[in-house]
C-alpha cells in the first residue's frame, strides 16, 4: 500500500497531479483544495495517499494533509457517498468548515458541495454527528464548541450564532471558538441574540 509520496511534481489535470518520485510518475485525484495547495511543477511536494483497489480499478487519492485524508475516508462511511462526492466535499469546505457543518448540523453548507443534494446533505451531517476523524485532528474552535454542546450537535439557537458571526466577515473557526466559550459560560439554552453579543465580545477581547 502506498500512504505518502515524495517528490516533484511533474505535471496538473484537472483533477489529479502527476508527482514524480524517483523517475517514476504516480497520479493522484485531490481535492480542488489540496490542488492548489501544492507548490508549482518542478518543486517539491509531499502528498498524503489513500489507494483504493478495485477488481478493474487501482487509484490513488492525494491529500495536502493527514486531517484531509482522515476526513475523506470518514466521509465515505456515509451511505452514497464514493471517493468522487468525498472529494467535492473536500474541494468545497476545509475540514475545519467540515467540521463545523456537522457539529452545527448545517446541511446547506454541505450541499454546496458538487453531486450533493439536499438529501445527502441531510445524511452526511447526521451520520457524522458527534464524529471526528482517525487522527483526532479537529480545528481547537470546533473541538470547543463540540465539548461546550456536550454531544457535538448544535442546537438551533447556537447554530443561528455562529451562522450569524460568520455572516459578519469571522471565519467559522473564530465563531464557534466564541460561542463555545459563551456556552461554556452561559449554558447552550442562551438567547441567540445574547450569543451573538457576548461572542462578538469575545472576538473583541
Not at 44 to 49: G, R, S, Y
Request: proline share 2%; glycine share 10%.
Amino acid at each position: 500500500m502506498i500512504g505518502k509520496l515524495k517528490g516533484l511534481v511533474d505535471a496538473f489535470g484537472d483533477d489529479h497531479v502527476l508527482i514524480d518520485v524517483n523517475g517514476v510518475c504516480y497520479e493522484a485525484h485531490c481535492s480542488a483544495k489540496t490542488l492548489s495547495a501544492l507548490p508549482r511543477v518542478g518543486e517539491a511536494a509531499v502528498v498524503f495517499i489513500e489507494m483504493l483497489v478495485r477488481e478493474d480499478l487501482i487509484r490513488l487519492y492525494g491529500f495536502a494533509s493527514e486531517t484531509e485524508k482522515a476526513w475523506f475516508n470518514l466521509l465515505m462511511t456515509v451511505q452514497g457517498v464514493g471517493a468522487r462526492v468525498a472529494l467535492a466535499i473536500l474541494s468545497a469546505l476545509t475540514p475545519s468548515e467540515l467540521s463545523s457543518a456537522i457539529a452545527l448540523q448545517d446541511k446547506a453548507m454541505v450541499g454546496r458541495a458538487s453531486g450533493v443534494g439536499p438529501k445527502l446533505a441531510v445524511r452526511i451531517v447526521t451520520e457524522l454527528k458527534g464524529k471526528v476523524p482517525a487522527t483526532g485532528a479537529v480545528d481547537a474552535g470546533v473541538l470547543g464548541l463540540q465539548s461546550a454542546l456536550g454531544a457535538g450537535v448544535a442546537t438551533s439557537n447556537v447554530a443561528d450564532a455562529v451562522s450569524a458571526l460568520t455572516n459578519l466577515g469571522y471565519s467559522s473557526a473564530q465563531a464557534s471558538a466564541a460561542v463555545a466559550r459563551v456556552v461554556s459560560r452561559e449554558g447552550e439554552d442562551t438567547a441567540t441574540e445574547k450569543l451573538i453579543r457576548l461572542g462578538l465580545r469575545e472576538l473583541s477581547s
